[in-house]
T-cell receptor, first 115, second 112 residues
């Protein structure tokens, strides 16, 4: 059982470049989300989805796009990378949203550097 | 918007000592998650607390939820080097919105 798989593990971009961070889960989870982790700031929610075809913004959505065409996949797109987007990105999923449901399962992260 | 504040931000303890990490919410807590993260890795789920007064334990780690105080605590008994890492609390302020937020984390070092 692979769980939550993120690719790539490491990425270096130049300012202005675009890229997509991939996230896939094989647990048939309805809820998926993206976080970024920066030193001293914990995890900040970027975007989340409560099911295929449904997405919503989190705390820090600017500069990022998402889509959820299938239950399994939830890619995160950086349209024009900026140095401020240098961070570690985590994808997470759970059976359902909210504290009435199951806990989040996290991927191992993607470490992104924008120069 | 809801915020979660963890204290302390970092902690260094001698092996065998007990320690407590606190997580305080700016709004009513409908439930709370505790996670642990080792450097360079993803987050590992520890415990979920859903009701005021609830207390859960796993091995030497105990977590409690005090809804009135909008606070949760994580207590480690007889700490070991394997307990070292970053501990994060997370919550959904509205109970079922999907917007799970996290505290800034507490870094724990355990000296042998």
């Amino acid at each position: 059982n692979a769980g939550v798989t993120q690719t790539p593990k490491f990425q270096v971009l130049k300012t202005g470049q675009s890229m997509t961070l991939q996230c896939a889960q094989d647990m048939n989870h309805e809820y998926m989300s993206w976080y970024r982790q920066d030193p001293g700031m914990g995890l900040r929610l970027i975007h989340y989805s409560v099911g295929a075809g449904i997405t919503d913004q989190g705390e820090v959505p600017n500069g990022y796009n998402v889509s959820r065409s299938t239950t399994e996949d939830f890619p995160l797109r950086l349209l024009s990378a900026a140095p401020s987007q240098t961070s570690v990105y985590f994808c997470a999923s759970s059976y359902s949203a909210g504290t009435g449901g199951s806990p989040l399962h996290f991927g191992n992260g993607t470490r992104l550097t924008v120069t | 918007s809801q915020e979660l504040e963890q204290s302390p931000q970092s902690l260094i303890v001698q092996e065998g000592k007990n320690l407590t990490i606190n997580c305080t919410s700016s709004k009513t807590l409908y439930g709370l998650y505790w996670y642990k993260q080792k450097y360079g890795e993803g987050l590992i789920f520890l415990m979920m607390l859903q009701k005021g007064g609830e207390e859960k334990s796993h091995e030497k780690i105990t977590a409690k939820l005090d809804e009135k105080k909008q606070q949760s605590s994580l207590h480690i008994t007889a700490s070991q080097p394997s307990h070292a890492g970053i501990y994060l609390c997370g919550a959904d302020g509205s109970g079922n919105t999907g917007k799970l937020i996290f505290g800034q984390g507490t870094t724990l070092q355990v000296k042998p």
